[in-house]
C-alpha cells in the first residue's frame, strides 16, 4: 500500500475498551437502579446516586470531559464522541448521560477562567459532583442571543449589578452555582455581552421552576439589582459569547453522541421484541413492514455517527468544524427522534409504558431539536456557510 492509505474505520484498541467498559457499567450498574425506580422522578436520587458514582470514580469514568489539569479525564472530541455515545443508553441520558453518574461538567467557558475561579468553581464541581446552570436564553429569544440579550451588568467599584430576565436555565434550581450572559454594554451585537458566575444564593436573585417536556427541568431566574463580585467576570467584559462559541463545535457533537447511543439502544431493543412477539401467527420480526423501520434506522445511525466522528476528528485537528458540527447536531437529533418514534410504533403499546425508556426518550430528543441550536439555525448556518453573503440578502 502507498503512503497514502486510510488507516480505517476501527478504533483505537484502548478506546475501544473503554467505550465497552463503558457501555457495560452503563448496563450493568445503572440499568438495574433505575428499573427499580419510580419512572417519574427527575432523576436517581440519593443514596443510589451515590453509591454509583463511587462506583464510577472507581472504575475511571469520573468527568472524562474535563481537563486533566481540573482533575478530569482530558478526553479529546473525538473520544468523548465515542464514550457519550456509550453512555447514553439509559433513562435519565439527559442532559446529561450517565445522569450524574460518572459526574457533572461545569459550564465549559469556566475553563478559560482565572487561578481563583478555577479553585473556587471548576474544581469543585468535579471533585464534588455539583450541579450547575448556564444562563443564555431570555424571553426575547434564544436563537438569537446576540441581539435578543437584555440583561445587564452594570460595574459599580468592586461589584457588578444585574437586572433582568432569563428563560429555560436547565437546574438553576438545584445548582450551586451557574454562569450567566449579561450586557456590560449597551451597544447591540455580541461585542457587548459577558459572562459571569453567579451563585444562586446571591439576594436579587429568584429562580422559578419552568415545567417542560420531561426530562429536563428548567427554570426562568430574575435578577433585581443583584450584586455579585467584579471577580465573577469571566474573561474580559465583552468576550463572553467569543468564550462561549469556542466551545459551540464539542457541545453539539456530545448531543450527536447521546441522540446516537439512544437510538442505536432503541434500535436492539425494537429488534429482540420482534423476535419474540407473535401476531397473526408469525413473529413481528418475519414481516417488513417491522423489518424495513429498522433497517433504515441503522442506515441513518451509520450515517449520523460518521457525521459525528468527522466533526469530532476536526475539531481535534484545529480545524474549523462549525458546520460538520451543525450537520452533525442537526442529523443526529432528528434521526435519534425518527428512529425512537419507529420503535414505540413496533413495541405498539408496550412502548409508551413509562417503565420503558422508549417514552423518556421520545420527549428527550423532540426537546433535543430546540436546544442549543434549533434544527432551522442549523440548517441557516449550513447554508450561509454555501451561499455566503448571499443567504443574507446582501
Ligand atoms: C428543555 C430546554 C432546556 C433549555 N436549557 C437552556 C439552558 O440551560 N440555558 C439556556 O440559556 N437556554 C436553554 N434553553 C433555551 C434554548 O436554547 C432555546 O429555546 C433555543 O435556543 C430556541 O430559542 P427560543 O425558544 O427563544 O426560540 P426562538 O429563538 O424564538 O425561535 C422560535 C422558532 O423559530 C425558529 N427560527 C428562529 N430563527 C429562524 C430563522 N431565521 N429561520 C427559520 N426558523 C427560525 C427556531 O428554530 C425556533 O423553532 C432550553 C430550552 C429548552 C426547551
Request: charged share 25%.
Amino acid at each position: 500500500m502507498s503512503d497514502h492509505s486510510f488507516s480505517g474505520f476501527e478504533l483505537p484498541d484502548e478506546l475501544r475498551m473503554l467505550s465497552e467498559a463503558l457501555r457495560d457499567f452503563v448496563r450493568n450498574e445503572i440499568l438495574p437502579v433505575e428499573a427499580a425506580l419510580d419512572p417519574t422522578l427527575r432523576a436517581i436520587p440519593q443514596p443510589q446516586l451515590g453509591e454509583l458514582q463511587a462506583k464510577a470514580r472507581t472504575a475511571g469514568f469520573w468527568c472524562m470531559d474535563a481537563p486533566v489539569e481540573f482533575g478530569g479525564g482530558g478526553l479529546s472530541t473525538f473520544e468523548m464522541a465515542v464514550v457519550w455515545e456509550a453512555a447514553s443508553r439509559h433513562r435519565y441520558t439527559f442532559p446529561t448521560p450517565g445522569g450524574g453518574v460518572i459526574g457533572y461538567s461545569p459550564p465549559v467557558v469556566l475553563y478559560r477562567g482565572n487561578e481563583e475561579q478555577i479553585e473556587k468553581y471548576v474544581k469543585p464541581v468535579i471533585e464534588k459532583g455539583l450541579i450547575t446552570f448556564t444562563a443564555i436564553s431570555e424571553p426575547t429569544g434564544g436563537s438569537d442571543p446576540a441581539r435578543a440579550l437584555r440583561t445587564t451588568a452594570r460595574r459599580d467599584g468592586d461589584k457588578y449589578i444585574l437586572n433582568g430576565r432569563k428563560m429555560w436555565a436547565t437546574n438553576a434550581d438545584e445548582a450551586d452555582f451557574g454562569v450567566v450572559y449579561a450586557r456590560t454594554d449597551t451597544a447591540t451585537g455580541r461585542s457587548g455581552i459577558s459572562a459571569f458566575v453567579v451563585e444562586t444564593n446571591t439576594p436579587g436573585m429568584h429562580v422559578s421552576k419552568v415545567p417542560v417536556m420531561r426530562n429536563h427541568w428548567t427554570t426562568e431566574v430574575e435578577f433585581n439589582d443583584c450584586e455579585i463580585p467584579a471577580a465573577n467576570l469571566i474573561g474580559d467584559e465583552g468576550e463572553g459569547f467569543a468564550l462561549a462559541q469556542k466551545w459551540m463545535v464539542r457541545g453539539r457533537v456530545m448531543l450527536a453522541a447521546q441522540a446516537l447511543g439512544v437510538a442505536e439502544e432503541s434500535v436492539r431493543m425494537a429488534a429482540e421484541w420482534s423476535k419474540e412477539r407473535e401476531t397473526f401467527g408469525a413473529l413481528l420480526a418475519t414481516r417488513q413492514g417491522v423489518q424495513f423501520p429498522l433497517a433504515d434506522s441503522l442506515v441513518e445511525i451509520e450515517a449520523a455517527r460518521a457525521l459525528a466522528w468527522k466533526a469530532a476528528w476536526k475539531d481535534d485537528q484545529g480545524q474549523d468544524a462549525r458546520v460538520d458540527a451543525s450537520m452533525a447536531k442537526l442529523f443526529a437529533s432528528e434521526m435519534g427522534f425518527n428512529t425512537v418514534d419507529r420503535c414505540i410504533q413496533i413495541f405498539g403499546g408496550m412502548g409508551t409504558a413509562k417503565e420503558m425508556n422508549l417514552e423518556h426518550w421520545f420527549r428527550d430528543l423532540r426537546t433535543m431539536r430546540i436546544v442549543e441550536g434549533a434544527s432551522e439555525i442549523q440548517r441557516y448556518l449550513i447554508a450561509r456557510d454555501l451561499l455566503g453573503a448571499a443567504a443574507t440578502g446582501r
